[in-house]
């Protein structure tokens, strides 16, 4: 039995602990170390205190190696810069153990959006709700899951007729659209015409490509028109709106079924890249970390590895990890992974798929 001084030594550490930033919902175990946990919790002072802080441990075991985004199913139309590929086994390891079948998985920096993708056209969620403010994305994702498949079957047709050359993807480059479905068009050529896949202002096209075929390099007319035609069939399982990142953050942030996948332009402590490869490149981080901190659902967050960004996250009570990938000169570095658990009880989901995030938030609260 722990005598007196024991036991409140013990009931001081938790109070150091909050004084360096760290919260109970900042601990992570490896699942193995789980049972000795458990066979420990007896000689605690406070076990009842304990288990909640038990019950919102992550479970995530090291990765040692980058992923072969070779081995990752491609489903998204887009070479998009700061992609995700690389991180697909790890937002499912992650949602396995959120327990996410019946949960409604929020990508607000859409994007390229394979997190999203990826868990609708795997059931790992019951809904997939994206959310992309560029104009031109934005166009390319509601073509594909909001007009009618007479629009979607017009941009398949035009993707594998469109020949390759310079004179011609300036023209359709020069273009100003008078529809969605042409500015979707315009788009995916930008998009797989410019270097590195980046549409943002003064980016170049491509000139040697890959094996040397200039333009033509990342233009597969058939896959791409596959890849649309494969995520039209996935209507009824993902909700799209351009719409600002914090709005929609903020329209799921009481749901407790809610798992939010953030992916941010990369412009915390002082980066570049994200004010280079992105039109909407503005984002207030310490705002972002402050406001997810208060949303009831789960939440996993990508970033570079920077000083700046481990102290938002700490102050703010999130759990941090370190994991390796590589960058497009092929070598091995670290990215940040950072976790929030979910809170509160869980969420009633729909079983009919909603055409809007309002009407989704709505069946959501009727449900209730």
């Not at 300036?170 to 969605?180: A, G, N, Q, R």
């Not at 039209?232 to 914090?246: P, S």
């Not at 789960?298 to 000083?307: F, I, K, N, R, S």
Request: charged letters at 25%.
């Amino acid at each position: 039995m722990p005598d007196g001084t024991a036991l409140n030594g013990r009931k001081k550490r938790p109070q150091g602990l909050d004084t360096k930033a760290v919260s109970c919902a900042a601990i992570s175990l490896d699942e193995g170390c789980r049972v000795g946990l458990d066979g420990m919790s007896t000689t605690l002072a406070d076990n009842d205190a304990l288990q909640p802080s038990v019950a919102a441990f992550t479970t995530f075991s090291p990765v040692e190696k980058p992923t072969n985004v070779a081995q990752v199913r491609q489903l998204s139309p887009f070479r998009y810069p700061g992609g995700k590929t690389w991180l697909v086994p790890e937002v499912k390891k992650w949602l396995k153990s959120q327990h996410g079948e019946g949960a409604i998985f929020i990508e607000p920096f859409a994007g390229g959006a394979m997190a999203g993708l990826t868990t609708a056209a795997e059931g790992l969620c019951k809904q997939v709700v994206l959310g992309e403010i560029d104009e031109d994305v934005a166009a390319v994702w509601h073509v594909i899951f909001h007009v009618p498949r007479s629009d979607v079957d017009w941009l398949c047709r035009q993707i594998r007729a469109f020949e390759v050359n310079l004179t011609k993807v300036k023209e359709v480059l020069d273009t100003h659209p008078s529809s969605l479905r042409t500015r979707a068009f315009r788009t995916i050529v930008k998009n797989r015409v410019q270097r590195g896949g980046i549409m943002a202002a003064g980016a170049g096209l491509v000139k040697e490509g890959e094996a040397g075929k200039g333009l033509r390099s990342r233009w597969y007319p058939d896959t791409l028109a596959k890849r649309i035609e494969a995520l039209f069939q996935l209507r009824g399982k993902i909700t799209f709106e351009k719409k600002d990142a914090f709005e929609m953050i903020r329209v799921f942030a009481q749901n407790p079924n809610a798992r939010f996948f953030v992916d941010p332009p990369y412009t915390a402590g002082g980066k570049r890249a994200g004010s280079r490869l992105y039109n909407h490149n503005d984002v207030d981080h310490e705002a972002l970390f402050g406001l997810l901190a208060t949303v009831q659902g789960a939440v996993m967050l990508t970033y570079d590895d920077a000083p700046e960004v481990r102290s938002m996250a700490a102050r703010h009570g999130f759990h941090v990890e370190a994991i390796p990938m590589k960058n497009t000169h092929h070598e091995v570095i670290r990215e940040l992974l950072i976790f929030k658990p979910a809170t509160g009880e869980d969420a009633l989901v729909p079983n009919q798929a909603p055409t809007t995030i309002a009407a989704l938030v709505t069946s959501i609260q009727t449900a209730a």
